[in-house]
RNA sequence: GGUCCUGUGGCCGAGCGGUUAGGCUGAGCUCUGCAAAAGCUCCUACAGCGGUUCAAAUCCGCUCGGGACCUCCA
């Protein structure tokens, strides 16, 4: 089943076949989270897209090194290349220290990725953790020619590398029009390009987070981050890279100039970029103030939330859209997601108690080459999930006696569901948990008993009582022709 | 202003030159004591105007809407 994987480049604007350095094996680096703040469910968006892609490869066969790192310092608020970074600014505003802010908000995203069914990557490096490599790489930039030192802070000259190296070919654009589209430069700026970007910025006398540096006390520049601990665990080249949208133009193209002038070779085959989460029409950012946390998410209390969704039901609803195009949020469509989860669900128990027969009514095989087809397709999981839906409606079928499936088609069958459902999109039955309560089991059989006793008397009236009286503490009664199944509604 | 993406049925969302996307909603039928669940059937759309082509939602041009990036953001 190892079909040609195709990945949407995002160098070349095109599919391309993927083709690993080292065959069976797949580097592949993510951009993490800044940990000033909760994450809102926008940023989880891209986490789970990677999460799906990185399940997929393990699914294949790949033995994949994932490093997605947590950005813990020098990250600024603004260009200005100088001032306090967000863990500074944060930890001032609620008189706490640098690393507590790190701390709170690196359990609080796990938290959240363990919430969404995320996989951990293989490697989650800080920044603060290898400034070492950071300086180390700055300095043979610096000996190379492409950055210069003033005043304790190193710049990199754009523009010395743009003569021998392109610098915007990940969004396509030239220096000069870059040049054009950035604002002049202030008096009190020191770097000589306007398009120069910090790769150590000189630490203020009331920086909290600074390390000692060829330059003096200091702390790194944001995009010598990734460059150094992708490098250090990937290889000056490796497969993939990805990260969001809104970090090709700025941060992603001055990674790949630093890595550039560094290594003089490309660092990364394939970028990979996901689209945005919007609200309304508009992208969910903190600084637009409509984002909202996936734990108001989960609770619904959040004013534009109409009710709560459980994590598998937000997970599924992504990955009913491609990683590439924007996904706009609404109560609608995610309710929708639900419903459509639980039909997915319900069809993977119908599955357990299928009755074989010498032939199967439906392609089984089939079915299952249209899901790698899909998801060879630069991970076309929309289109994965309407194939599994075709799986649940011939598990029903067959439930219903309409079709038959043979035994071995059977076996594949729930192959490529559990395959597909639980260890791809990383779905997991969330509602299953009730059916290990062995003590209310024992009460179910005890109240679905009285109710066949009732329905044999012909009293309805008590029948459908006590079927109207669990429903209202959300245990849902299904009759079906094997009998009464029950399931806790969430 | 520059760079780019985008406009699909009631809603969400795939497709991107010829073939059923799929989910949700709504209607009907089957099953059923009634429901629910499940199955089947129906509601057949591609912003507008031109052009290319035997053939366009899909390619090209224009018009009108949305949005992103160019400044921190996944």
């Given at each position: 089943m190892q079909e040609e994987l195709f990945i949407y480049n995002t160098l070349s604007r095109s599919k391309e076949k993927f083709t690993p350095i080292h065959k069976g094996m797949v580097g592949l680096y993510v951009c993490g989270p800044t940990v000033y703040s909760d994450v809102h469910l926008g940023n989880c968006r891209t986490f789970i897209s990677f999460d799906l892609i990185y399940r997929y490869l393990l699914h294949l066969g790949f033995k994949v090194r994932y490093v997605r790192n947590i950005t813990?310092?020098?990250?600024?608020?603004?260009?200005?290349?100088?001032?306090?970074d967000k863990f500074a600014k944060k930890a001032k505003l609620e008189q706490l220290e640098p690393m507590e802010i790190v701390q709170k908000y690196t359990v609080g995203f796990h938290d959240v990725m363990r919430e969404f069914n995320a996989l951990p990557p293989s490697i989650e490096p800080t920044a603060t953790g290898h400034i070492c490599e950071q300086i180390e790489m700055i300095k043979s930039i610096i000996e190379k020619g492409y950055a210069y030192e003033i005043n304790g802070t190193v710049y990199f000259d754009v523009e010395k590398y743009n003569k021998e190296f392109p610098y915007g070919q990940l969004t396509n654009r030239k220096l000069e029009e870059l040049l054009e589209g950035t604002r002049e430069l202030s008096?009190?700026?020191?770097?000589?390009?306007?398009?120069d970007f910090a790769l150590w910025i000189k630490a203020k006398p009331e920086t909290l987070m600074k390390w000692l540096s060829p330059w003096g006390w200091g702390f790194p520049g944001w995009h010598i981050e990734c460059s150094a601990m992708s490098s250090k665990y990937l290889g000056d080249t490796f497969d993939i890279h990805g990260g969001g949208m809104?970090?090709?133009?700025t941060h992603h193209t001055n990674e790949i100039a630093q890595s550039q002038a560094c290594?003089?070779?490309?660092?990364?085959n394939y970028w990979m970029h996901t689209n945005m989460l919007t609200v309304n029409g508009v992208r969910m950012s903190k600084s637009a103030g409509n984002g909202f946390l996936p734990g108001e998410l989960f609770t619904g209390?959040?004013?534009?939330?109409e009710k709560g969704y459980q994590p598998m039901a937000v997970r599924f609803f992504m990955m009913?859209?491609?990683?590439?195009s924007t996904l706009d949020f609404s109560n609608e469509a995610l309710q929708a997601s639900e419903k459509g989860y639980a039909r997915l669900m319900n069809s993977i128990k119908t599955l357990e108690n299928l009755k074989t027969s010498?032939?199967?009514?439906?392609n089984i095989k089939e079915l299952q080459k249209k899901c790698y087809e899909a998801m060879n397709d630069d991970f076309n999981a929309p289109i994965l999930v309407a194939n599994l839906f075709e799986g649940a409606r011939i598990i029903n079928s067959v439930n219903d006696g309409k079709e038959t499936i043979s035994a071995d088609d059977l076996g594949l069958l729930k192959k490529l569901m559990h395959g597909f459902i639980f260890?791809?999109?990383?779905?997991?039955?969330?509602?299953?948990?009730?059916?290990?309560d062995k003590v209310l089991e024992g009460v179910m059989d005890i109240i679905l008993d009285l109710r066949k006793e009732a329905k044999a008397k012909k009293d309805f009236a008590m029948s459908d009582k006590l079927r109207d009286e669990l429903a209202k503490n959300r245990i849902m009664i299904k009759d079906t022709k094997e009998g009464v199944n029950w399931s806790i509604e969430q």
């Open positions: 813990d310092a020098g990250h600024l608020e603004g260009d200005r290349d100088e001032g306090d008096g009190q700026d020191e770097k000589r390009g306007r398009l809104d970090l090709q133009a290594n003089h070779k490309a660092p990364v209390s959040h004013p534009l939330l009913q859209t491609h990683y590439r010498s032939s199967s009514t439906s260890d791809v999109l990383g779905l997991k039955d969330e509602n299953s948990l009730a059916s290990n």
